[in-house]
């Protein structure tokens, strides 16, 4: 549809190669942008970029690492030009109780879910800025960044904090013509949690969600595309939740 086209485009997604970057990649990929895959280790989507053909390519990108996240806008820029849309979506979490949480942990969480988005959203940000180009920012966040549970205090923290900024973002960069959301998912089934979620456990935490099932990868899709084309216009600073009423439910 015209309406979420991206065509023409320059995307940037980081920490594509996991369950949720992957999928995103090939969303903006198919709604017609350009799309760099971002990645530690770029071999890691060297596939998925030629599966996706000429408009794609492998970066490599560490978002804790200034060094790397230049290195990164500058080999998407002489690719493809200045990007002008940017998916934060790296992200890592420690699952820990409250008074084990260690000092490392805490550093490390913090480090690519909130400086990690800081360091890739304001380069972004100068580049569009430079090139007199506006563009579309969306942090990937988490209800967690709302709501709390037990055992993620370094991960709700962070996302807290992301969420935050996206609204700190969104009002400086307003006159630049950028715009910075938030998407923030409830639980989505990935590679990653299929045991918890199939565990006595996790079954009880989906019967706390009003929808009585896990988000999918394909539940962000619409979403996404409104954060990320024209069709969110007059959209900046919002946070976008998809939890399937999870976390308006207090039963
Ligand atoms: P995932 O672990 O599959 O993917 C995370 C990606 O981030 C991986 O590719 C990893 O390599 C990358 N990454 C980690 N450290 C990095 C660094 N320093 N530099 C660059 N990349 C780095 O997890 P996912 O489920 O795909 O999550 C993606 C995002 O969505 C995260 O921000 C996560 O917090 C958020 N989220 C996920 C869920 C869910 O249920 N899966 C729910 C809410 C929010």
Known sequence: MPLFSLEGRVA?????????????????????????????????????AAALGDRAMPVALDVTDTASVAAAFGAVEARFGTVDLLVNNAGIAATRPFLEHTEEEWDRVLDVDLRGA?????????????????GAIV???????????????????AKAGLVHLTRQMAVELARHRIRVNALAPGYVATEINRDFFASEAGQAVVKRIPQRRLGMVDDLT??????????????????????????VNSL
């Open 12 to 48: 940037l997604v980081t920490g594509a190669s996991g369950g949720l970057g992957r999928h995103f990649c090939r969303v903006l990929h198919e709604a017609g942008a350009a799309v760099a895959l971002g990645a530690r280790r770029p071999e890691a989507v060297a596939a998925d």
């Open 118 to 134: 800081f360091l890739v959203g304001q380069a972004a940000a100068k580049r569009m800025v430079a090139a007199g180009k506006p």
């Open 139 to 157: 942090n990937i966040a988490s209800i967690l960044g709302g709501r709390v549970i037990p055992g993620v205090a370094g991960y709700s923290a």
């Open 222 to 247: 619409g979403p996404l595309l409104l954060l990320a084309s024209d069709a969110g216009a007059h959209m900046t600073g919002s946070v976008v939740t998809v939890d399937g009423g999870h976390s």
